[in-house]
């Protein structure tokens, strides 16, 4: 089974625009190729459980659903940074 995920992971961090390869490419960065690997190859085995469970079709993040959740962190931290030294700040989107 491991030998599958990761041929799975390999094919999986080949295809453009997905949440799998840019995950993947954070994680190189940091871990290597290897452990990036086999932390993909458990993302894939966790969405294959919840799919089978839940009997539901995969959906797709995109690539760049990482670069909105680091954007929305930053700015509730900045936020919360603001706040802790006592300005009240409104925020306009």
């Known amino acids: 089974m491991r030998v599958t995920l990761a041929e799975a992971s390999w094919a999986a961090t080949r295809t453009k625009n997905t949440y799998l390869r840019s995950k993947y490419d954070s994680l190189v960065l940091r ?5 990036a690997l086999m932390a993909i190859s458990h993302k894939l085995l966790v969405a294959a459980y919840f799919i089978l469970r839940d009997n539901s079709p995969y959906k797709e993040l995109g690539h760049d659903f990482l670069l909105q959740k680091r954007k929305t962190n930053q700015v509730n931290s900045c936020l919360k ?5 006592g300005v009240e700040v ?3 989107i």
């Open 31 to 35: 871990k290597g190729k290897k452990k």
């Open 81 to 85: 940074k603001l706040r802790e030294l």
């Open 90 to 92: 409104e925020l306009q």
